[in-house]
């Protein structure tokens, strides 16, 4: 079970990237949203009273990271001035404090109704997707060189 749990989160991971980082069309990004609120339930172990919950709040969550997500202006720094440095800068400054807001609001949302443990497995696996969100993107920036 632990083993197939692993998988799905693998698979998800990859796949938030792949959302975060593309432009899907209403109905991907839905389907894509309602695997991700499930995958989540499930791997926190959720009873149904907790799902009710959870389904909600997590999907504005995801839908405020992916809205903000667009925020963030790149270039590339050997042809930029100081100025349109500066501007890529606060911009991704901007997004981390955007991202940090919504985490707090929901963990302080999720905290009225999920375990310690699922609160601390749910940070997890959010510290993953956004940390592999970031790998992907710094390689696709490395990759248009």
Known sequence: MKKKLMAIAAMTVL???SFAAANLSVEQRETFIESLVQFMQEALDMSPL???KFKPLYRDYLMNIHSNHYLLETGNKKEMTKEQVMHVIRSRL???RNLIDAQEKVVEKLSEFMTPEQLV???KTETRIIEKIRKTRKLRAE???
């Open 15 to 17: 796949s938030f990237t």
């Open 143 to 145: 990759n248009r060189k």
């Open 50 to 52: 907790q799902r009710d």
């Open 121 to 123: 497995d749910f940070m």
């Open 94 to 96: 901007d997004f981390n």
